[in-house]
């Protein structure tokens, strides 16, 4: 991906796009509200011939990298399928594939439910415009995009003074619309562009410098102005080696501000709350090097990039997982093994006598359903696609991975609190933004804020109430807005309760961002608490995060590890951050390794690569290297 740009665009991109930050968080699939009952399945394997004894291998974890593994592994090694002239099945490694994840229902086939019968779903995500792995699934998948994400929306950003900014939809803006209202400037800047209708895609970050100069409601261009340094400072970090990334991750993004000298009202009135709701910790407690990845895709990016999609209808899990699940447990598909509501308790590992190398060959679990605990035998492979929450359980429980200073050093990495609430109205609310921040309320105790408007953002809204629940006929007719409002960095709202939680919305920080929420009464509610389930970038984190290889081919070559916050190395993608792209593609290169490690002939999974970064980028990466050789680091420790 990319990053950012010009004073102008580069606080418009990261501050007004705070709500699409929230796009990027991918939640552990154990974090998930659990369904009323648990599902396990388990599938009836043909025998494969003698000569090609099926190679065994373990997916953990069933969100998006889990599934990008599990896609990946079942298609790079085919198992029974019929030979043909094209295939030749002893062209193939046979495999027998299992997914484990801690969640009843990993598949997404049984809806997660309030109470009270409705939907809910932890955490709202969105889709980025460069995701193309997840839009080549849904073409794979025969699924038509139109009908599975909302158009590209804008955002909005709300403060006790009132509203600070919106983001544009580049992607669909035109001339008038965004310097139709600008005064003198915007008249000599239409007069200056090759076309008066579409706003057309300029060189980044030219294109947004000017695309964002009506969309700013209060800050003044003196604090914007004060970002010019911290955007160098992006190109000399994502240019440089792990050396220089490392250095930049030693320090903390807010000693970073004020090295550059950014002004403290562009720090306290938009990164700030922009990084609550983009890595869901304040700069002063989150790495430089992850900070300045953030920053690279929204202002460095395509003029584009940062433009974000939702759910058209229903959830994430049932829209694009449940479909994939379903054509994965086909046998001509892989007939992947799901086990859900099953933990993993240890992985054991084994010294091969021949290489003195150790290999994960068992697994035990415990099946949450029957309470007994299994055991998987004669593993191939294992690849770990958990969190950092699901790290620290299985590593705490796994003496043989514990030795492993990889494994160790990741579980010790901690996880941020979020908590996710839906709320249903009596009536429709209109509001500027469907996807809305909320930033610097006192109510908010530290976190940052989301609110989605979820009937505007689903064409359907009826399918948002559930089904049934009593309610009259006319009730029905005239159902009201729903809500989906997250907080992150939540440990100061943690304590609270729901009925706590939900009073704060309704009363406070709702009808402070837009009035006529002071007019709704609430019908129903639903709070989900997920304490410690998001990867939290700290000081000083990098080299604790898992590397994709694990501990590497020479010690321990069997275990791979998947996630949107594993070290990708060699095969580093340009989605960057929580990111659910990253995450999926993660998986796709995890098993592409593993099968490299265990397998004499497989298919590996093709990864497709994000738009090319622009030349005048490009140019500024290699002037910063001629620059650096000569210029000492000084900002840096």
Not at 97 to 108: R, S
Not at 532 to 549: Q, T
Request: net charge negative.
């Amino acid at each position: 991906m990319k990053s950012q740009y010009l004073p102008t665009a580069a606080v418009t991109t990261t501050a007004i796009l705070a709500a699409n930050c929230a796009a990027f968080i991918t939640l552990p699939s154990s974090s998930q509200p659990r369904a009323a009952a648990s599902l396990s399945f388990h599938t009836t394997r043909l025998q494969a011939s003698a000569e090609n004894t099926p190679k065994k291998y373990v997916i953990i974890g069933g969100g998006w990298a889990g599934w990008g593994a599990a896609k990946a592994l079942c298609e790079g090694l085919p198992y029974n399928i019929p030979p043909t002239e094209a295939t030749d099945v002893g062209n193939y490694q046979f495999a027998n594939i299992t997914l484990i994840d801690a969640l009843p229902d990993p598949t997404g086939s049984t809806p997660y439910l309030s109470s009270t019968g409705k939907p809910v779903e932890a955490g709202t995500r969105g889709f980025w415009k460069d995701y193309p792995n997840i839009n080549a699934l849904c073409a794979q998948l025969g699924l038509d995009e139109n009908d599975v994400f909302t158009p590209f929306t804008n955002s909005s950003f709300y403060s006790p003074d009132g509203l600070e900014a919106t983001a544009p939809v580049f992607g669909d803006a035109t001339v008038e619309s965004i310097l139709g209202d600008v005064p003198l400037v915007g008249g000599l800047l239409k007069s200056a562009l090759p076309t008066k209708e579409d706003f057309p895609m300029l060189p980044s970050p030219l294109g947004q410098v000017i695309a964002t100069i009506p969309y700013f409601e209060r800050l003044p261009v003196a604090d914007r102005a004060s970002m010019v340094g911290l955007l160098l400072a992006t190109i000399d970090c994502l240019g440089g080696d792990e050396e220089t990334q490392r250095q930049y991750d030693r320090m903390t993004a807010h000693e970073l501000f004020l090295r550059f000298r950014l002004s403290e009202r562009l720090v306290e009135d938009f990164l700030k709350p922009t990084l609550l709701v983009g890595l869901f910790k304040p700069p002063e407690e989150l790495s430089a090097l992850v900070v300045m990845e953030l920053l690279y895709y929204y202002a460095l990016a395509h003029q584009d990039s940062f433009d974000v999609r939702w759910i058209k209808k229903g959830t994430v899990s049932d829209s694009l997982i449940q479909p994939l699940a379903e054509r994965l447990m086909k046998e001509e598909y892989g007939q992947l093994n799901v086990l859900g509501g099953c933990r993993v308790k240890e992985v054991s590992l084994e010294k091969d006598k021949d290489d003195g190398r150790m290999y994960a060959k068992k697994l035990t679990y415990l099946d949450t359903k029957s309470g007994n605990l299994e055991t998987i035998d004669d593993i191939d492979g294992i690849i770990m696609a958990v969190g950092n929450q699901g790290m620290s359980s299985i590593v705490s429980s796994s003496p043989d991975l514990a030795k492993f200073p990889v494994f160790s050093k990741a579980a010790s990495l901690k996880g941020i609190d979020v908590i996710s609430c839906r709320l249903w109205f009596d009536r429709k609310i209109p509001t500027r933004s469907p996807a809305n921040v909320f930033s610097r309320f006192e109510a908010l105790r530290g976190a940052g804020g989301t609110f989605f408007m979820l009937d505007q953002l689903q064409e359907d809204s009826s399918e948002l109430w559930g089904k049934g629940g009593g309610e009259a006929t006319e009730e029905v007719e005239n159902r009201g807005s729903v809500v989906a409002c997250d907080f992150y960095n939540a440990g100061g709202l943690m304590s609270l309760s729901d009925e706590d939680l939900v009073k704060i919305l309704t009363d406070e920080l709702l009808p402070s961002a837009v009035t006529k929420f002071a007019d709704a009464k609430l019908v129903d509610s639903w709070v989900g608490k997920y304490p410690g389930v998001v990867s939290w970038f700290s000081p000083g984190s990098f080299d604790k995060r898992p590397p994709l290889e694990g501990a590497g081919n020479d010690a321990l070559p069997n275990i791979k590890c998947a996630g949107d916050w594993v070290r990708m190395g060699d095969v580093e993608h340009g989605a960057k951050g929580l990111c659910q792209e990253r995450a999926y593609v993660s998986g796709f290169e995890a098993a592409n390794s593993l099968m490299k490690t265990t397998c004499d002939k497989y298919q590996p999974h093709e990864v497709l690569p994000v738009r090319e970064d622009e030349i005048q980028f490009k140019m500024g990466l290699e002037l910063n290297k001629k620059v650096m050789q000569y210029v000492p680091r000084f900002w840096t420790r």
